[in-house]
C-alpha cells in the first residue's frame, strides 16, 4: 500500500495497525516514495519457560565463596 504524507497524516494509527497486519506501508511525497512503516516484532516473555528442562540443584549464594572465587570476583587472580 503506498499513501501521500497527508494521507499518512490522517490515517497513522490505521497504518500502523496495517503495518503490523503484516502488510507493506509506504509513504510518498507525490509519486515519490520517502517512507516507510514497518512493524516492530513483539516479543512474547513468557514465565516459567524452562521449567522441568533445568536438573540438579542451582547455586546456593547464602553459601560463603571459597577463597579463589573471592579473589577472582575482587579481581585479584
Known amino acids: 500500500m503506498q499513501v501521500t504524507i497527508h494521507n ?5 494509527s490505521k497504518l500502523i495497525e496495517a503495518a503490523k497486519a503484516g502488510e507493506e506501508v509506504v509513504i510518498a511525497k507525490g509519486k515519490t516514495p520517502v517512507a516507510r512503516i514497518v512493524a516492530i516484532p513483539q516479543n512474547k516473555f513468557t ?31
Open 47 to 77: 514465565i516459567g519457560l524452562l521449567k522441568g528442562k533445568v536438573t540438579g540443584d542451582g547455586p546456593d549464594f547464602f553459601e560463603p565463596m571459597s577463597e579463589d572465587e573471592l579473589a577472582l570476583w575482587e579481581g585479584k587472580a
Open 8 to 12: 499518512a497524516k490522517t490515517n497513522l
